[in-house]
């Protein structure tokens, strides 16, 4: 029901009245997106890295129906790209594949992000792909691998441990050197094909975490990336890390802004490589709720964030 009513939500103008104009309200959506221009969220990241935390970029946007639109967001990504390296800001960008053309096949998402990852790497930066719903699993990774044929590095993919499939998944990319950012997965997904309660998620993201210390996956350097604000998982990698002699470069943990910012501050205080989700655009009101919606847990990260915690 409650996830039912952030969609809702989401699609309401007179709610959207309210949250862009009510002040209070403003503010407490602005902790969580960086703002409506590319010019802010640059102020943004600036302030992160400042305090030594790298950042990811994305212009969040509404579902493409056409290829027109495509090209227009595939410009805004570039232009991104070209502003990071201006500004000096360390820093990447993340993309959804149906943002950029999947919708219109497998094919011309390829060539879309492609082209993309051709300019991060002009730039000596990366692309980072999310991942959708399960309908899209295969296509999205089909496009992965290609770009690792193409491009041999510089692309990272998010999985999402949720899904039985994951582990097969996440073993062919670590053969490949590849990068995975794990996810628990923000979908509704039915228990044919995930795991539904937190305990078992958890559980099963260690799994795979786990496959990324065996001997094959650390000759190849294949490259973790832990996308999680819970502290069962980030204290489970550091620990175990650390038992391994694995350093604190070698891996990396992703939060989103805003969210438990005092512990994204103490482990890159730390030594650790913490990169921080940084959204901005027109469409940020829509991608506040939908965050919500997506898995209704945030309302509780929402509120301790609020808090200071």
Known sequence: MLRNFFIKLSAS?????????????????????????????????????????????NEVGESVTTQAEV??????FHQ???????????????????????????DFC???????????RQYHNMVEIDMEGSPDVDA???VYHRLLDTFGGGVRLAIQSYLYRTPTDVQRIIERGGAVRLVKGAYQEPPEIAYQGKQEINEASIRV?????????RAKKAYLILGSHDPELIEWLVRETQARGIGPREFEIQMLLGIRRDE?????????QVRVYVPFGSAWYPYFMRRLAERPANVLFMGRAMLGK
Do not use: C, W
């Open 209 to 217: 975490m786990e496959l990324f210390f065996t001997p094959e996956a």
């Open 80 to 106: 991104i790209l070209r502003r990071i390296d201006a500004e000096g800001l360390d820093a990447d960008i993340s993309l959804k594949p149906s943002h950029v053309g999947l919708t219109f096949g497998p």
């Open 264 to 272: 994204q501050q103490r482990l890159a205080d730390l030594g650790y």
């Open 140 to 142: 999205t990774l089909g």
């Open 71 to 76: 090209s227009q967001a595939a410009a805004a």
């Open 13 to 57: 103008n007179s709610t959207r009245r309210f949250v862009t104009h009510f002040g209070p309200a403003r503010r407490t959506a602005r902790r969580f997106v960086a703002g409506e221009t590319l010019d802010e969220a640059v102020r943004v990241v600036k302030e992160l890295n400042r305090r030594g935390l790298k950042a990811i970029l």
């Open 110 to 120: 390829y060539e879309t992000i492609a082209d993309i990852v051709e300019t991060a």
